[in-house]
């Protein structure tokens, strides 16, 4: 599988290429649960799931969630936490406080929680609307009170600066600034990641497609996430499906760490 110099030796830059990309994931495997905002608000709050065409309590994760916990040895478990400042993008409250750009189909006296709004930028925006959620140290903000906190498990926060959204856990919705999560697990040499939690179409669906561009085994457990739309929640499944992500059930998880 690697190529050799004329000398016969092995390219140590492609070696290190192979390394990272997958014989770790072969040889040394190190696996991480990713919690994607399994909060509040997203569950009994402003933007609790529940309300949602797809129309699940997002409360029925958090048992599913716990079982993976107690039931396999995860080498690394990240919470991460949508952490907005009270002016935050994409708060509809907030559109009047905001240019909005001349190319915007939904003007600010108008625009209501799901329309889709330009900002002028730079870089010009399309934020979708949402009420305020998740603002940074409220109730609504915090994680589930049953959802069991490992002590030494990493908090990731996202979304902090006001001007910009972010879904992933990774990268902003521009893809300019990151949180600290993919330094969190590759000093920790993580290789494998499993996602669950909230929203398996946007922010749980966002995450994984930035885990599998990072190069890391990727695993999508289905039924510890609760989505906002089927037709998303499908389509994610999808996408993710095709970039060569596992989509599997918390059943299925113990066999494979
Ligand atoms: C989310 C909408 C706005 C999510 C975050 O966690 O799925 N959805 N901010
Ligand atoms: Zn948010």
């Known amino acids: ?23 770790k994931q072969v040889l040394a495997p190190v696996s991480a649960l990713l919690i994607i905002d399994v909060q509040n608000d997203f569950i009994d709050g402003s933007l609790a799931i529940r309300h949602c065409p797809a129309g699940q309590e997002g409360a029925e994760v958090v048992p599913t969630i716990n079982y993976l916990l107690d039931t396999v040895q ?9 952490w907005h400042p009270p002016d935050h993008i994409s708060f509809v409250e907030n559109v009047c406080n905001r240019e909005v750009h001349k190319t915007s189909k939904v003007s600010a006296e108008e625009a209501k929680v799901m329309d889709t709004v330009v900002f002028a930028g730079p870089p010009l ?36 600066f006001s001007d910009v959204d972010s879904y992933s856990a990774f990268w902003d919705n521009n893809k300019v600034s990151q949180t600290k999560l993919v330094q969190e697990l590759s000093k920790r040499n993580v290789t494998d990641v499993y996602l669950c939690g909230l ?16 190069g890391f085994r990727t695993v999508l457990i289905e039924d510890a996430c609760r989505g906002v739309a089927q037709s998303n929640i499908d389509k994610t499944k999808e996408e993710l499906r095709a970039l060569g992500a596992v989509i599997v059930d918390s059943s299925e998880v113990a066999d494979m760490v």
Not at 74 to 81: G, I, Q, R
Not at 133 to 160: A, F, R
């Open 74 to 82: 995860f080498h690394v478990v990240v919470y991460s936490l949508d």
């Open 125 to 160: 925006t399309p934020q979708m609307m949402w009420p305020a959620h998740c603002v940074q140290d409220t109730w609504g903000s915090q994680l589930h009170q049953d959802l069991k906190i490992l002590k030494d498990g990493i908090i990731v926060n996202k979304g902090t």
């Open 199 to 214: 929203a398996t179409d946007i922010c749980v669906g966002l995450t994984a497609k930035h885990a599998l561009e990072h």
């Open 1 to 23: 599988l690697l190529d050799t110099n004329q000398d016969g030796k092995i390219d140590f830059d492609e070696f290190r290429v192979c390394w990272h990309h997958w014989l």
